[in-house]
């Protein structure tokens, strides 16, 4: 029976009173090693050694069990052998323990039987109001607190700053290299967390922490798989909410699960897919490198949000500042422009044809040389275009007088900037001048240009906290008994329609009679189409009759379908329909993160270069309207070389409300495909349609 | 009047004795810093400062001018104020100086007075068999000649060592800082030279004496803009031949030249293009990044050329692990499989569910680790299908040991291998360790990742020194007087059907009896086409008229196309032809590196995709057959969904033999368009047809 937890997460992060057990001396033990690092750390609340038999550890006298321990601590840190470990959470529940760091492993990462284990230990503890985090975790560390809570190495030789990155992870391995790396980076720390199986505390409730946490400018998470997917968005909602970047490395993502679907919009919305655009949509900055993680997050952390994307270069090396230039177009980047008042300022110290950006200070006029060692970057700093600096520095004289002036006229501007330093130890200290002028500064190009990259496509992310509304005159959410397992085109059709999403004009027919009325009602051509809810390729299996112009061609069609057709319920007789464009819309109920839906341009060519778009159920128009313009093809809507501009408006409200129909039928609706929509200058049709549902 | 150059580069690089003008013990002097490097680089032949104004220079006993020397110096390093240089370049040149290295900047790279005065000393040194290198650049270095004869202050304190890298460049600024970065990675150069203004020997120079270098085993270059392209191919080509990898950086790849041209080929070769064309089929591997440039070419220098793709991966950290796993498969790197005996071998220290690749050392079997510390590394390096390893370390107990292990396991199994050390300072000495054993070691897996990405791409390049053979049946190359600079479609045409290239059949024809003539002869539908040789964009002027059926609606196209078509000089009536696929072939005649062609798929949504490939001509069917299958849409080619395989072999056919007329009229043929190309399963037809040439 659970009782509410005694000690909230904020409560655990900053605990009164830590008990280690299974500490010892033997720094080859992980209790040894938390102990040492949490004393070392300089936590000042009570931490207490639980050792049956030794007297004191670490010149701190120990107890031999929890229940010696008059007030119970808020933390027990476990790290004895994994059988003694249940024995010693009931322990910790009973005597009244805030929260269990269990380091331990060999639980449920292994096999059934230490899943089960896991979860008696996780009842245990919901029963007494305890917490648990782990088992199989590193620990965690809460600068602003002095708590170095966990068993890395590292810990001992990292120099000590707080800061205000927070980094939740899935690795414990990658907690001590991220942390270590990132202080060598000059990036530094709030709060960190190794979460380990996530049998009781998970990700989620860690972030919905550090939406509060008011040390924690900056959320970084390391993830491998969600335990609880709509508690994590939730959480990141409201850590964007509060104005906190959120940026998240992910391992597994080129993994293809083995997945069984019937249908296109299925086998195009990969996990992979379905991840990127849940985290673009909820403003998660997807990073694929630990080290760029950690370097984007201190410059979120010291900048904030970017406001412009002008970014201006000043380097000492005409070279260097040409491969700047050269890799930041390709990564469309945006060199700053000069106002009038600025420019002739600079003309003071440059030749005007030797005047641009990327300011090469090696092109300084001769005279004005040794007086301008910041190359004009005191001036260039003024411009309001300039919202970023990006200062390639290379070998020469004075290179580090040169980056003195430079990082005195960067912090006199107040501007975000990055220093790279491309030589190895030829720098004439100025690294060392950077560093202690408290200044980000990186070894190679690519890393500089990748935090500016990733800092400044926060300028493109949707804002935090709006939410799409519901549309005027959709239906009420049908209910599951609507549709069978495998509907029929039509009956997919009718759905759809009923959202607003117009079907080509069309008859069911089971004899030929009711065939030639139905073509003689539509007006010929028509076209003839299988009704088999088992037939997945259509066209393929020769069940699609296009362009039948009169009686004979639809009774030899018709013949031709009832031959080659198996398990044949009846077909469809259609009006043959063209449009400028070939769409294709569809749903996909994703088992983590809900319905989705595809959109994007069909037909053989389009399939090949899979230019598609996914988006979290429901979507607004506007962000359809958005990514439909980030389609490769966008232009052949949008109008090009003489075609006329199609209707945009209508399809992005389409896509809309079939995001509403996937919100609506989540809970039976599987996968829906719409497969050609047909877009025309005024109008768009849909003539193929399928689905599959959960009902059977 | 020249006369034969007095030294070789090779000489000049390995020169008997060098004098110093301008030399001085002011180190903020560029002569003075010439001169410090040269002394304390340890050369051993003669070192000669002059200056008129000391007797002696940092101990050594000085001359007055270059003409105090009894015996000319091989080499004279020029480092005065730029008013001086000339008269100091003829004394030399009088005086029987082998080449004079010119520091001083001020000349071509400035104004056109500039150019001038450098073009004069080249000719002086010209008429005296003397070479130059510079002006305008920072000197050079032949580390197994211990010469240092540069003023970088980097050289001072970038611990020396010869190696097997050679660097040429035209940044001054980036020799000293690649030179310091790369010791600093652990890279070792044999030789580097600052090009600057290249005013008489040039990038091309160098890098045909570095073929013959016994010292250099891979060739790395930065290039802002070739001299001579067709010498610069030719030296790369001999480099390749003696078996030696080229690496370049290039700036301004990014900068679209203000070109003004006529067909869609031209608009479609970038000067970007041209040069990833150029640099594929040469076999010159393009980077991007300055420090992996080196860090490539170490690999290559230690390592040699790669004889298969596979990798093994081991790490300690199952986090690093999946990261790295998921890191390769976005590059396309491939994770080396275990044959059985290996497995076999494997299995004794991993439980066969927690052995694969990459190799996750955390998980070894409880029993064995202690023993087995470096994670099962000797037994993988026995794997035929392991080609390389890359082992990312990260933070843990014994991080220095594991190190030690798996370093001496990769020596003992002789396999190229990458360590990236994830965390900063808390490495347990696994850098010093790693170091000391001279194995590379990266900071970021990113850059562990591009080194092996680099490094496996030379399996893909196509073999050195494999020219492509002339097919038979082509005709003699035509003569400039064939086409006028406009020639009509149908000019083309009958240019491109001597090659081989069958166009649609057509009729000229100037009045409409003619032309109804022109279509009984061929039968409806037929095709009206207006003749006007300045007609660019025919479709969008209405000047084409598709699918007209008979002599009606001849006319009616007839009369439409004479109303709105300016200089009509006549039309074509031509067949109607359909294909299953649409292509566009194309000739560009690069002003730096000659005939080019260019091939993909043609249409309105290829364009839109931008689905081409250009190559240098002539081009082998070999070749163009190979370049083919990377087209995005090349499945409709080859066959999809039902859609039936295309006369493939024709189109490469075509394509190669379009690419002899490229060579067979380079000096007059500008650009040539043939688009579209319609391919059928069996047979292939030019159907629209445009060139420029330069006769006038």
């Given at each position: 029976?659970?009782?509410p937890?005694?000690?909230?997460?904020?409560?655990?992060?900053?605990?009164?009173?830590?008990?280690?057990?299974?500490?010892?001396?033997d720094?080859?033990?992980?209790g040894?090693?938390?102990?040492?690092?949490?004393?070392?750390?300089?936590?000042?609340?009570?931490?207490?050694?639980?050792?049956?038999?030794?007297?004191?550890?670490?010149?701190?006298?120990?107890?031999?069990?929890?229940?010696?321990?008059?007030?119970?601590?808020?933390?027990?840190?476990?790290?004895?052998?994994?059988?003694?470990?249940?024995?010693?959470?009931?322990?910790?529940?009973?005597?009244?323990?805030?929260?269990?760091?269990v380091?331990?492993?060999?639980?449920?990462?292994?096999?059934?039987?230490?899943?089960?284990i896991?979860?008696?230990?996780?009842?245990?503890?919901?029963?007494?109001?305890?917490?648990?985090?782990?088992?199989?975790?590193?620990?965690?560390?809460?600068?602003?607190?002095?708590?170095?809570?966990?068993?890395?190495?590292?810990?001992?030789?990292?120099?000590?700053?707080?800061?205000?990155?927070?980094?939740?992870?899935?690795?414990?391995?990658?907690?001590?290299?991220?942390?270590?790396?990132?202080?060598?980076?000059?990036?530094?720390?709030?709060?960190?967390?190794?979460?380990?199986?996530?049998?009781?505390?998970?990700?989620?409730?860690f972030?919905?922490?550090?939406?509060?946490?008011?040390?924690?400018?900056?959320?970084?998470?390391?993830?491998?798989?969600?335990?609880n997917?709509?508690?994590?968005?939730?959480?990141?909602?409201?850590?964007?909410?509060?104005?906190?970047?959120?940026?998240?490395?992910?391992?597994?993502?080129?993994?293809?699960?083995?997945?069984?679907?019937?249908?296109?919009?299925?086998?195009?919305?990969?996990?992979?897919?379905?991840?990127?655009?849940?985290?673009?949509?909820?403003?998660?900055?997807l990073?694929?490198?630990?080290?760029?993680?950690?370097?984007?997050?201190?410059?979120?952390?010291?900048?904030?949000?970017?406001?412009?994307?002008?970014?201006?270069?000043?380097?000492?090396?005409?070279?260097?500042?040409?491969?700047?230039?050269?890799?930041?177009?390709?990564?469309?980047?945006?060199?700053?422009?000069?106002?009038?008042?600025?420019?002739?300022?600079?003309?003071?110290?440059?030749?005007?044809?030797?005047?641009?950006?990327?300011?090469?200070?090696?092109?300084?006029?001769?005279?004005?040389?040794?007086?301008?060692?910041?190359?004009?970057?005191?001036?260039?700093v003024?411009?309001?275009?300039?919202?970023?600096?990006?200062?390639?520095?290379?070998?020469?004289?004075?290179?580090?007088?040169?980056?003195?002036?430079m990082?005195?006229?960067?912090?006199?501007?107040?501007?975000?900037?990055?220093?790279?330093?491309?030589?190895?130890?030829?720098?004439?200290?100025?690294?060392?001048?950077?560093?202690?002028?408290?200044?980000?500064?990186?070894?190679?190009?690519e890393?500089?240009?990748?935090?500016?990259?990733?800092?400044?496509?926060?300028?493109?992310?949707?804002?935090?906290?709006?939410?799409?509304?519901?549309?005027?005159?959709?239906?009420?959410?049908?209910?599951?008994?609507?549709?069978?397992?495998?509907?029929?085109?039509?009956?997919?059709?009718?759905?759809?329609?009923?959202?607003?999403?117009?079907?080509?004009?069309?008859?069911?027919?089971?004899?030929?009679?009711?065939a030639?009325?139905?073509?003689?009602?539509?007006?010929?051509?028509?076209?003839?189409?299988?009704?088999?809810?088992?037939?997945?390729?259509?066209?393929?299996?020769?069940?699609?009759?296009?362009?039948?112009?009169?009686?004979?061609?639809?009774?030899?069609?018709?013949?031709?379908?009832?031959?080659?057709?198996?398990?044949?319920?009846?077909?469809?007789?259609?009006?043959?329909?063209?449009?400028?464009?070939e769409?294709?819309?569809?749903?996909?109920?994703?088992?983590?993160?809900g319905?989705?839906?595809?959109?994007?341009?069909?037909?053989?060519?389009?399939?090949l270069?899979?230019?598609?778009?996914?988006?979290?159920?429901?979507?607004?128009?506007?962000?359809?309207?958005?990514?439909?313009g980030e389609?490769?093809?966008?232009?052949?809507?949008?109008?090009?070389?003489?075609?006329?501009?199609?209707?945009?408006d209508?399809?992005?409200?389409?896509?809309?409300?079939?995001?509403?129909?996937?919100?609506?039928?989540?809970?039976?609706?599987?996968?829906?495909?719409?497969?050609?929509?047909?877009?025309?200058?005024?109008g768009?049709?849909?003539?193929?349609?399928?689905?599959?549902?959960?009902?059977?």
């Amino acid at each position: 029976m659970p009782v509410p937890p005694r000690l909230s997460v904020g409560e655990i992060l900053n605990p009164r009173s830590i008990a280690v057990i299974g500490a010892s001396e033997d720094l080859r033990k992980f209790g040894s090693r938390v102990l040492n690092n949490t004393i070392r750390g300089g936590f000042d609340g009570e931490i207490i050694p639980v050792n049956p038999k030794r007297s004191q550890i670490f010149g701190r006298p120990t107890v031999a069990s929890i229940r010696h321990i008059d007030n119970p601590p808020d933390v027990a840190v476990i790290a004895v052998p994994r059988d003694y470990v249940p024995t010693i959470v009931e322990e910790c529940a009973g005597h009244g323990v805030g929260c269990c760091v269990v380091i331990t492993a060999g639980f449920g990462e292994i096999d059934a039987p230490g899943a089960r284990i896991e979860q008696a230990m996780v009842d245990c503890a919901k029963s007494a109001g305890m917490r648990l985090i782990g088992p199989n975790c590193l620990g965690l560390l809460n600068t602003h607190a002095k708590l170095l809570l966990n068993s890395s190495p590292a810990m001992a030789v990292t120099p000590f700053r707080a800061g205000g990155i927070a980094h939740i992870t899935q690795s414990g391995a990658l907690l001590a290299t991220v942390y270590n790396r990132g202080v060598d980076d000059h990036a530094y720390f709030s709060t960190s967390v190794s979460v380990g199986n996530q049998a009781d505390l998970e990700l989620a409730d860690f972030i919905d922490y550090l939406a509060d946490d008011p040390n924690t400018r900056v959320i970084t998470l390391y993830v491998e798989g969600f335990r609880n997917p709509q508690r994590f968005i939730d959480a990141i909602r409201r850590c964007r909410e509060a104005g906190k970047p959120v940026l998240m490395a992910k391992s597994g993502t080129t993994e293809q699960g083995a997945r069984v679907t019937r249908s296109h919009t299925a086998s195009l919305a990969t996990p992979h897919r379905v991840l990127e655009a849940v985290c673009r949509e909820e403003g998660i900055l997807l990073v694929d490198d630990i080290r760029g993680l950690i370097q984007t997050a201190e410059f979120f952390s010291r900048y904030g949000q970017p406001t412009g994307d002008g970014i201006c270069v000043v380097s000492g090396s005409g070279g260097a500042a040409a491969l700047t230039a050269d890799r930041m177009a390709e990564r469309g980047l945006r060199l700053a422009g000069f106002s009038e008042p600025i420019r002739r300022r600079l003309e003071v110290i440059y030749e005007p044809t030797q005047l641009g950006n990327p300011m090469d200070s090696g092109a300084l006029k001769e005279k004005s040389f040794t007086k301008i060692d910041d190359g004009g970057l005191s001036i260039a700093v003024e411009e309001p275009d300039v919202h970023a600096l990006l200062i390639p520095i290379t070998t020469g004289p004075s290179v580090g007088n040169t980056a003195r002036c430079m990082a005195d006229s960067v912090i006199a501007g107040a501007k975000p900037a990055v220093f790279v330093i491309m030589q190895g130890n030829a720098d004439d200290g100025a690294r060392d001048i950077l560093n202690e002028k408290d200044l980000l500064c990186f070894e190679t190009l690519e890393e500089g240009l990748r935090v500016l990259e990733r800092w400044l496509s926060a300028l493109r992310l949707p804002t935090a906290g709006k939410r799409p509304e519901r549309p005027d005159g959709l239906p009420a959410p049908a209910n599951s008994a609507l549709l069978p397992t495998h509907p029929t085109e039509h009956e997919v059709k009718v759905l759809v329609d009923s959202y607003g999403l117009t079907s080509v004009k069309e008859f069911v027919v089971t004899d030929i009679d009711a065939a030639y009325g139905a073509a003689d009602a539509l007006g010929y051509p028509v076209v003839l189409k299988a009704v088999s809810r088992h037939l997945v390729h259509k066209s393929e299996a020769g069940a699609v009759k296009l362009g039948l112009n009169n009686r004979e061609e639809l009774h030899t069609a018709w013949q031709s379908i009832h031959q080659s057709v198996p398990e044949l319920e009846g077909c469809i007789v259609a009006a043959m329909e063209d449009g400028e464009a070939e769409l294709i819309f569809g749903i996909l109920n994703d088992k983590e993160f809900g319905p989705m839906v595809l959109f994007g341009f069909g037909g053989l060519m389009a399939e090949l270069i899979d230019d598609v778009k996914l988006i979290p159920a429901p979507a607004s128009e506007r962000r359809v309207r958005a990514l439909l313009g980030e389609l490769s093809l966008f232009p052949i809507l949008s109008g090009v070389r003489g075609r006329p501009a199609l209707d945009i408006d209508l399809v992005a409200a389409m896509i809309s409300r079939l995001s509403w129909l996937a919100v609506d039928a989540k809970d039976w609706l599987l996968e829906l495909d719409l497969n050609p929509v047909l877009i025309k200058q005024s109008g768009a049709i849909v003539v193929d349609a399928r689905a599959r549902t959960s009902t059977c």
